[in-house]
């Protein structure tokens, strides 16, 4: 009996013996794979962090791009990518690209966003102003291999600028180019021109501090690059006086008087005229010595000898850029003048009042705003004292008849804003807008909208294709647009309205 049970026992033995062996075998792997489950959690948030790193650098950069007095330097904006290692002797790394928008990214297709990004130069430096940079960070963790392809995590936040208008970053002034000429612009040779330097034409350089001009409140026309701490005004652009047919535009030290013979006002007929006294525009204007030819002085022509008020040509005729300046022009002066195209203003286009749409062209000038001429000059609803708008009609008057701005209330392509005579009674939905003053947001302060909620803006020249009139240079055409806080939505903003958030919505992709 008792061989029995010993033999009896051996089998349970063995039985445990496998079983014990059998749980190590099935332990294994489970504790490989919480191994290898806890080394990717570790480069995951290596990962992570590298991509916050990257933004973390990209936005030092863009806060960078200043002059050290607080202002915005556009041509030192970064344009990536930017690339980095993160740590000592670790392997996480970043590569952050930085795309710049007039509106608002967030919210946006791949399709919208292709077809809105602002042109950044090769080496750093935005084609224009921009309200919006969207930050795109990769981050891995994997030493070798093109980022993007490895494995890795991506950030992607919205960084707002704070713009004004203010600190004019200035523009290039051309001549009228026609089908035949070569594209000149205002040169002075320098980037700080001695007194009696003669300005010049020379073929056009984007971003050139030598061709580089503000056109002032006062209506001077100064050189950027000319105003320092030792001159902080700047050289301007003088002809003397009296002024006389064939005198000689040169530099001269900008006055802290404004002088008349420093005064110029671009005209009904592009261009710029002086004055002698300070309120009257004179008969003398910018013509190119030599036209079509590199090198050659500016002088004055005579309004008597047909240098000055004739039809577009590449002697008399002048286009600034918008980033030169909107001069005078401004509430003051009944002028309406985009904040995101701030040298350009609502015009009734080539002052005929049955054209099928209205332009955002140069804004005119003369000393004495009462000059101005009428197809710029706008009436606006009365904002009440303690109020934020207004809503009724905006009207311009070609003697004796007063037109009314009229809305297409689509913001289907091909359709634009006119004008039409205002009819008497009551006021129909097309000519009916609401002007806002500081509402005390952003997005709806300084924007004119119509009944069904549009928003009055310039076509967006950075458009592809862009929807321009066809004479000046890159004159928009007036539609309504869904309202998003865009700068092209804004008009005779003061200057510094665009807050200044830091990084925000970052979120990972």
């Not at 570790?42 to 607080?70: F, K, M």
């Not at 006021?427 to 909208?449: C, E, F, H, K, Q």
């Not at 240079?473 to 200057?495: F, M, Q, R, Y």
Request: hydrophobic share 35%.
């Amino acid at each position: 009996m008792r061989i029995d049970r010993e033999r009896g026992s051996m089998p349970l033995a063995m039985l445990l013996t496998l079983v014990g062996m059998m749980l190590s075998a099935l332990l294994v792997p489970m504790v490989i794979t919480q191994v290898r489950s806890t080394t990717d959690d570790v480069h995951r948030v290596h990962a992570l962090a590298a991509a916050q790193a990257g933004l973390d650098v990209a936005l030092g950069h863009i806060r960078a791009a200043n002059d050290g007095s607080g202002n915005g330097v556009l041509g030192s904006l970064p344009c990536g990518p930017l690339t980095g290692s993160v740590g000592v002797g670790g392997t996480a790394r970043y590569q952050v690209t930085i795309t710049y928008y007039n509106a608002d990214p967030r919210g946006h297709n791949s399709t919208w966003l292709a077809a809105h990004d602002i042109n950044c130069y090769t080496g750093g430096g935005a084609d224009s102003t921009p309200a919006y940079a969207l930050l795109t960070s990769q981050g891995t963790d994997v030493a070798t291999g093109t980022i993007g392809t490895v494995p890795g995590r991506t950030l992607q936040g919205t960084y707002t600028f704070k713009t004004t208008n203010a600190n004019i970053s200035g523009g290039l002034i051309h001549v009228y180019k026609t089908a035949t000429s070569t594209d000149l612009c205002l040169d002075a040779g320098s980037g700080s021109p001695a007194a009696g330097t003669n300005v010049q034409m020379q073929p056009c350089t984007a971003g050139s501090i030598t061709q580089k001009f503000a056109y002032e409140p006062n209506l001077n026309l100064v050189l950027v690059s000319s105003q320092t701490t030792a001159q902080p005004l700047g050289m301007c652009l003088d002809a003397g006086t009296p002024q006389a047919a064939g005198k000689v535009v040169a530099f001269q030290p900008c006055a802290s008087t404004t002088l008349p013979q420093q005064q110029w006002s671009q005209n009904d007929g592009a261009n710029f005229q002086g004055t002698a006294d300070g309120h009257t525009l004179d008969g003398f204007c910018f013509n190119v010595q030599s036209p079509n030819v590199a090198g050659s002085f500016v002088i004055l022509g005579a309004l008597s000898a047909g240098k000055c008020g004739g039809n577009y040509d590449n002697q008399q005729t002048f286009m600034p850029e918008a980033s030169a300046g909107a001069g005078a022009a401004g509430a003051s002066t009944g002028q309406l003048v985009n904040f995101n195209e701030f040298g350009r203003c609502l015009d009734v286009t080539n002052q005929d009042v049955t054209y099928a749409y209205m332009i955002a062209w140069p804004c005119k000038q003369a000393p004495d705003p009462t000059y101005v001429l009428w197809n710029q000059k706008w009436a606006l609803p009365s904002i009440a004292t303690g109020a934020s708008s207004a809503t009724g009609k905006i009207t311009t008057t070609k003697s004796p008849t007063a037109y009314c701005l009229r809305s297409p209330l689509s913001t289907v392509a091909g359709t634009y804003v006119d004008v039409t005579p205002c009819p008497s009674g009551t006021l129909p939905a097309n000519l009916t807008w609401t002007v806002s003053g500081d509402t005390g947001s952003y997005t709806t302060s300084y924007r004119i909208m119509d009944s069904s909620g549009y928003c009055l803006a310039p076509t967006d020249p950075n458009a592809s294709p862009p929807d321009l009139f066809p004479s000046g240079l890159l004159i928009s055409k007036i539609v309504v647009v869904a309202c998003d806080g865009n700068t092209l939505e804004k008009w005779n903003a003061p200057p510094g309205i665009v807050p200044a958030p830091p990084l925000k919505d970052i979120g990972e992709q």
